[in-house]
Nanobody, 122 residues
Framework: QVQLVESGGGLVQAGGSLRLSCVTS????????GGWFRQAPGKQREFVAA????????LYTESVKGRFTVSRDNAKNTVYLEMDNLKPEDTADYHC???????????????WGQGTRVTVFS
């Protein structure tokens, strides 16, 4: 059984930064691609960023390009999402996911974390 646990969410003023972490357990982490998704209140879940198994390929949704950075440390079984210049519209529950390939489609991920809440106020 693979488990993913996110941390690092919180309350931050617009323009500030947060770094989310997602620690995995239960299987060799380097065999997974990692993804980050978010779901704002009353909205559908949306793709945020993804990173390939080796970390050489990254994907971002257009609205976070230049502000968010996804990375991973396979030795620590962890995927990160560095979020800079946060905006109120970034407010959401952020979930990490693990799957075979880095992609924007949620159906491509087999394992999901419970999420961590990010609230950005102006």
């Amino acid at each position: 059984q693979v488990q993913l646990v996110e941390s690092g969410g919180g309350l931050v003023q617009a323009g500030g930064s947060l770094r989310l972490s997602c620690v995995t357990s239960g299987r060799t982490f380097s065999t997974f691609a990692g993804g980050w998704f978010r779901q704002a209140p009353g909205k559908q879940r949306e793709f945020v960023a993804a990173i390939s198994r080796g970390g050489h390929t990254t994907l971002y949704t257009e609205s976070v390009k230049g502000r968010f950075t996804v990375s991973r440390d396979n030795a620590k079984n962890t995927v990160y999402l560095e979020m800079d210049n946060l905006k109120p519209e970034d407010t959401a529950d952020y979930h990490c996911a693990a799957g075979a390939l880095a992609m924007a489609a949620a159906r491509g991920y087999d394992y999901w974390g419970q999420g961590t809440r990010v609230t950005v106020f102006s």
